[in-house]
């Protein structure tokens, strides 16, 4: 995996991933920039959420549930110290789809985090405690 981060001016940098993916990376006005983009940190939040997310799905599709919908909110706690690494990082999955087994979600939850997304291992390994919640919304199809 290979990425390049270029400067642009201020602390506003411009990353491009090896797939050729860009996005902006900014700062907050009070720290120089322009708030134009993410900062790096928000950044690390959402690569938990979406790597998570995307075992999530993709294990439910396997176990041959019929997802309609994925969201998770993720809700990350920095240290009050210099630097200001995460403490925590939590979880709330939201799941629809038709016919939903909880124990299927649950699970699928639970390898995602023990097992196959590596940005929460990576950083559970380095002392974050990372946690996690479902909550199974009922989806309801309205044909009548």
Partial sequence: MQAKVKWVDDVM???????????????AVENGGRNRGMRPLELMALS????????????????RQKVASCEVEVI????????????????????????LKREHVERAVSLSAEKYCSASIMLSNGGVVVTHDVELIEFSNNND
């Fill in 13 to 27: 940098f411009v990353a491009e991933s090896g797939s050729g993916h860009a996005i902006v990376v900014d700062g």
């Fill in 48 to 63: 938990v959420g979406s790597c998570s997310s995307y075992d999530v799905v993709t294990i439910l599709k396997k176990a």
């Fill in 76 to 99: 990350a706690n920095r240290v009050d110290a210099v630097p200001a690494i995460f403490e925590s990082i939590h979880l709330h999955f939201q799941v629809s789809g038709e016919n």
